[in-house]
């Protein structure tokens, strides 16, 4: 399969490449390298992918529909797979305009060019942030459940993502499968997200900042997982589907803190403060339909894929 990959230089797209890669795909990496957080990073991701004869990269802007067309136009893929986005969810508050450009209007390019290229498939990153505060659905989240209500910026641009997706699949029978991604963790983590920045703090003795009190649980799901669910999704070309790609047993934060202090032998130095509205107290996958649908089984355990994670940062993240 030729497959384009946007965002394919980031945490989770970089590992996929390389995993569709050892398995005989063709792959056509699209990022702008942005500096959200360091491009050195991002380069560096894509160092081994970049020796293979099937991948070829492409620095480029999913908002540059001029762009993205010459590349649909030299690569015609079969598939797409559409990574990019700008993914934090307190910095989507101070940069709404910013997100809804790269997370909207750049996602609505790459459906318009697969309509006009023909592609067959589209498969892209949703989140779990579609699921909002749920002050009445409770836990686990399930697809089924109503997504009316988000908290975010970045919760409410992927959920029009999914929903331009789905006009696209009903107008044009475009094939789709929206992934809801849960808190995604392991080697190359982006150096924002809590598993990261609670490590660095407590590995340099700097103050580790906590919104809430330490029992907000999340869902982390080991990237390895994450993958492998994603090129099952690439594999079943289904007409429409959204489906949860978690781990089902989440964690709370405190649990994370304590997995750093034990691979790191020191004390985590807490500095309690506000829980922000923007983060709910849980995010949970009802992973049921990924197993159905992608014969989907998550297969490393929070602890086993925290020393993973934690290997990759003694070694090379630390910087
Ligand atoms: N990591 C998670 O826990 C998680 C959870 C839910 C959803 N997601 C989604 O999964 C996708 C990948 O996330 P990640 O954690 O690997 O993030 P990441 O930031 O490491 O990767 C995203 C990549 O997209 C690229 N990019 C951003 N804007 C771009 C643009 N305008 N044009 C071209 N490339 C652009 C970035 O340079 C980066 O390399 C994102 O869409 C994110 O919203 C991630």
Request: charged share 25%.
């Amino acid at each position: 399969m030729k497959i384009l990959l946007t965002g394919a230089a980031g945490f989770i797209g970089s590992n996929l490449a390389e995993s569709l890669l050892a398995r005989g795909d063709e792959v056509c990496a699209v990022d702008n390298f942005n500096d959200f957080y360091s491009p050195l990073r991002k380069e560096k991701n894509i160092l081994a992918a970049s020796e293979h004869p099937n991948y070829r990269a492409y620095r480029a802007d999913i908002r540059d529909f001029a762009a993205l067309k010459e590349i649909f136009e030299r690569e015609q893929p079969d598939k797409i797979c559409h990574l990019a986005g700008m993914a934090n969810v307190r910095y989507s508050i101070e940069h709404p305009l910013l997100f809804e450009e790269v997370n909207v209007r750049g996602t609505l390019n790459l459906l318009e060019l697969s309509r006009l290229y023909k592609t067959e498939h589209f498969v892209f990153a949703s989140s779990s942030s579609v699921y909002g505060g749920r002050p009445d659905n409770g836990v686990p989240f399930s697809e089924e459940d109503r997504v009316d209500a988000p908290i975010s910026l970045y919760g409410a641009t992927k959920r029009t993502a999914e929903l331009l997706a789905h006009t696209y699949h009903h107008l044009h029978g475009l094939k789709v499968s929206a992934l809801r991604f849960f808190t995604v963790f392991g080697p190359r983590n982006r150096p924002d997200m809590a598993v990261y920045l609670f490590t660095r703090a407590i590995d340099r003795g700097e103050p580790l900042k906590l919104f809430g009190d330490g029992s907000a649980r999340r869902d982390w799901t080991f990237v390895g997982d994450t993958v492998r669910g994603i090129m099952a999704a690439l594999d079943n070309p289904f007409a429409w589907e959204i489906i949860n790609l978690g781990n089902g047993h989440p964690q709370t934060e405190m649990d994370l803190i304590r997995a750093a202090e034990t691979a790191l032998g020191k004390k985590a130095n807490i500095h309690y403060l506000e829980r922000p509205a923007t983060e709910p107290a849980i995010t949970f996958a009802d992973t049921t339909k990924a197993r159905l649908l992608l014969n989907f089984e998550p297969l490393i355990p929070f602890s086993q894929g925290y020393q993973q994670f934690f290997e990759w940062y003694a070694r090379e993240g630390r910087q």
